[in-house]
């Protein structure tokens, strides 16, 4: 029913419809034409006032522009991630759906141009990644024998007619299906995680060479841990001296929470791994940006026990010895999803409930405050598998791109 009433909504707000095939794509870098989409973005300059923005709740947080999934010709929407062409300084988004990924151009928010869409490398599936690195966008998703495909985002700068359909430049087949991909770009190594349960790292994750994007290398990997459904990797420069310049693996690994030293690809050694009380299912966290706190969420922890929006914060100053530092609860039953850190601001898509930004500049006094929202799912912000999957908070202009689930791409801005 709640679905039918935000159609309802989107439907007096946005405008059209259409149809594309959707078929895959070969492996190459052509570009053909999707002439039967003729549905136009919703853009033009919303403010946030008194609590809402057009349709959606929202605090602090403008509406810029949205594309919706009929627009995109697909059923779902999942991840999200960002690019900006250092030459151009034009900004991207890349939008992950059910049947591939979509690119569009946000540069002028009242013009979205959606440039067009890779399709998925075999079938639709609910679940798709993206990271970018070099100027090229790795993909990787839940469908049989995807394995990761890589996608030269150059050719976003000149697209003829948009939208087309793009053709991967190159497509890794180490592994079939994965949950995420996590790039640590100080290094040029990829690593793919949520493979398969049974396979040679057990569902852990397998390290890719991609210091050459177009030629992945196969380098490894790690799964003494077991199965990893997200993961961070850096370049350790905290506050533990005893790893620094090491390359750390933090993985959520559903029950747990795995640090890994994975420098030597040859020999990844594990440093420590952690629990926490009232286990749902560990999801995805992120570091602050001097990599002493360890930002997670548990992702059935307020559907299954009750819990408002739940984040646990974890001290990490010892690396051997992660002490829980903090626990915020949101002001909605919502489900949190994946989370990200820029400054002094967590960026937490939280399913029903939008996307919530925490202030965590008290982090150290255990101080932390939501300053804003916008809510992309405006019915209600029940602990449901519905709203915002992801955002992505990292461009220069502080445009903010949100996938929902059910509504597409959506881009805010804080208010002025």
């Known amino acids: 029913m709640k679905k039918t009433f935000l159609l309802f909504l989107g439907l007096l707000f946005l405008a059209g419809c259409s149809d594309s095939d959707d078929s895959p794509a070969d492996d190459d870098d052509s570009m053909m034409m999707d002439d039967d989409i003729v549905d136009n973005p919703q853009t033009g300059f919303l403010p946030c006032t008194s609590g809402m923005a057009g349709i959606y709740p929202c605090n602090g947080y403008d509406f810029l522009g949205q594309i919706n999934l009929t627009q995109f010709s697909a059923s779902s929407a999942n991840d999200i991630w960002g690019w900006t062409d250092s030459s151009t300084g034009k900004e991207y988004a890349l939008v992950g759906l059910d049947n591939g990924t979509a690119f569009v151009d946000i540069t002028d928010t009242d013009n979205l141009i959606y440039l067009g869409k890779l399709p998925s490398a075999t079938v639709a599936s609910s679940w798709r990644d993206i990271k970018v690195y070099q100027d090229h966008a790795f993909i990787v998703s839940e ?3 995807h394995g990761m495909q890589v996608f030269d985002l150059t050719k976003l700068r000149n697209v003829p007619n948009p939208p087309v359909t793009f053709g991967a430049d190159s497509r890794y087949v180490g592994f079939g299906s994965a949950h995420n991909i996590v790039i640590n770009e100080v290094s040029g190594y990829a690593y793919a995680v949520g493979t398969a349960r049974y396979d040679l790292y057990n569902g852990g994750a397998h390290f890719i060479n991609i210091q050459d994007p177009k030629n992945p290398i196969a380098s490894g990997g790690y799964g003494a841990n077991g199965y990893s459904h997200d993961a961070q990797v850096v370049t350790y420069n ?3 001296s005893d ?3 090491q390359e750390i693996f933090i993985g959520a690994n559903e029950n747990q929470v795995a640090i890994v ?14 629990q926490y009380a009232n286990i749902g299912y560990t ?14 969420g548990d992702e059935t922890d307020e559907r299954d026990l009750g819990f408002n929006s739940r ?3 974890f001290d990490l100053s010892d690396l051997d010895n992660p002490v ?13 999803h994946n989370g990200y850190v820029k400054g002094d601001a967590f960026y937490l898509a939280n399913y029903t409930a939008g996307v919530r930004i925490l202030d965590i500049s008290g982090i150290d006094g255990k101080s932390i405050i939501e300053e804003g929202f916008f809510d992309t799912y405006p019915s209600d912000n ?26 597409g791409l959506f881009v805010i801005k804080k208010s002025n």
């Open 143 to 145: 469908a049989g024998n």
């Open 238 to 240: 905290g506050p533990d």
């Open 243 to 245: 790893y620094t310049g």
């Open 261 to 274: 030293n994975v420098k030597d690809k040859d020999n990844p050694v594990q440093i420590s791994t952690f």
């Open 283 to 296: 999801h995805q966290g992120w570091f602050t940006e001097d990599q002493r706190y360890f930002i997670l």
């Open 311 to 313: 984040t646990l914060i």
């Open 324 to 336: 829980l530092h903090d626990t915020y609860l949101g002001k909605t039953a919502a489900i949190d």
């Open 382 to 407: 029940t602990a449901a598998f519905e709203g915002v999957w992801s955002v992505y908070p990292f461009f220069e202009s502080e445009k903010i791109i949100v996938n929902d689930i059910n509504s």
